[in-house]
């Protein structure tokens, strides 16, 4: 996964302070609240993120409130990727199954980007 394969907001921002990993593990567990951005030791983020992480957000975020997109949609994402990567090899039925969605979705997202 790229920057450019997520939406322009704060995922991609928070992609380009932490990288994918980092990310992950934040919204698994931050995703979807207010975090607190600041380099203070008592802050709560302060448990999750490395300082040097916490300025890289701050630079990309601002600091203060800020609030983090929910995991779903990262998830949601990296399964898109995978559905227009296995395209050539799957049909739209064959997708539609195996990801739980339905054609007309899977026709929507071959169409994105492509």
Not at 102 to 112: D, E, L, P, T, Y
């Amino acid at each position: 996964m790229t920057e450019l394969d997520l939406p322009d907001g704060p995922l991609r921002r928070i992609f380009r302070a932490l990288g994918l990993q980092r990310m992950e593990y934040l919204l698994r567990r931050r995703g979807g609240t207010r975090v607190y951005l600041s380099l203070r030791p008592g802050a709560a983020i302060a448990a999750l993120l490395t300082p040097e992480e916490i300025s890289a957000l701050i630079e990309e975020l601002g600091e203060g409130q800020q609030e983090l997109p929910p995991i779903t949609k990262l998830i949601r994402v990296q399964r898109n990727l995978r559905i227009r990567s296995e395209s050539g090899c799957l049909t739209s039925g064959e997708l539609a199954v195996r990801y739980g969605v339905s054609h007309r979705q899977v026709r929507n997202i071959r169409a994105q980007r492509s």
